[in-house]
Every structure is written in structure tokens, then in C-alpha cells.
Nanobody
Framework: QVQMVESGGGLVQPGGSLRLSCAAS????????MGWYRQAPGKQRELVAR???????NYADSVKDRFTISRDSAKKTVYLQMNSLVPEDTAVYYC????????????????WGQGTQVTVSS
């Protein structure tokens, strides 16, 4: 079973930066869309940013101009650079792979990571 493995979360002061990474746990053929979602306590999971295999990105309004999503297609890895963090960014951040194919003839499936905690506090 393929797993998406996140890293890079932690505690940071307001105004600080963090970089999240997410990669598949084993060698795979391709991933159509990779994205980051977050869930704060008592709230629904929400989209933070997504990037297609062609490099098209979209962001939540609350993170535009502060967060940048990127991907390394060769490594099947997605990154989220988070700058100017504010306490409202505190949440568990989840990586999602959409249309992941383990081999070229697979039907693409969606996979979620287990999440990484980001806490913004002084």
C-alpha cells in the first residue's frame, strides 16, 4: 500500500517560516495532482494549495502571497513553503496525491498522508 509521507512541521513564531515536504513511500509511475490541505481543531479540512503535473497551481485566498507550492516530478515530491506565518495557520497539514499510478497501466487513485502538525505561537 502506497503511503504519502509528510515532514517539516513544527512550532514556529508568528512571522516565521516552515517548509513542508511530502513524498510517496515507494517508487511510483506518476501523480496527476499533488496538494496540501489543513484541518484546525473544530474545523473542517480545507484546501491550502494544489499543483498539477503541468505546474498549474491554485491557493486558498488566506495563504496567497505567503505560501508557495512546488513539486519535483522526478522525485514525486511536493513542497509547501510557508512564510509570514500567523496563529491562524495553526493546523494539521495533510498531503494529498490525486490520480497516483503505481504503474503506467494502473487506474489512478487518491492517497492521503497522515498529517504533520504546524503550530504558530509566540
Amino acid at each position: 500500500q502506497v503511503q504519502m509521507v509528510e515532514s517539516g512541521g513544527g512550532l514556529v513564531q508568528p512571522g516565521g517560516s516552515l517548509r513542508l515536504s511530502c513524498a510517496a513511500s515507494e517508487s511510483i509511475f506518476s501523480i496527476n495532482v499533488m496538494g496540501w490541505y489543513r484541518q484546525a481543531p473544530g474545523k473542517q479540512r480545507e484546501l491550502v494549495a494544489r499543483i498539477t503535473i503541468g505546474g498549474i497551481t491554485n491557493y486558498a485566498d488566506s495563504v496567497k502571497d505567503r505560501f508557495t507550492i512546488s513539486r519535483d516530478s522526478a522525485k514525486k515530491t511536493v513542497y509547501l513553503q510557508m512564510n509570514s506565518l500567523v496563529p491562524e495557520d495553526t493546523a494539521v497539514y495533510y498531503c494529498k496525491a490525486e490520480g497516483l499510478k503505481r504503474t503506467w497501466y494502473d487506474k489512478g487513485l487518491d492517497y492521503w498522508g497522515q498529517g504533520t502538525q504546524v503550530t504558530v505561537s509566540s
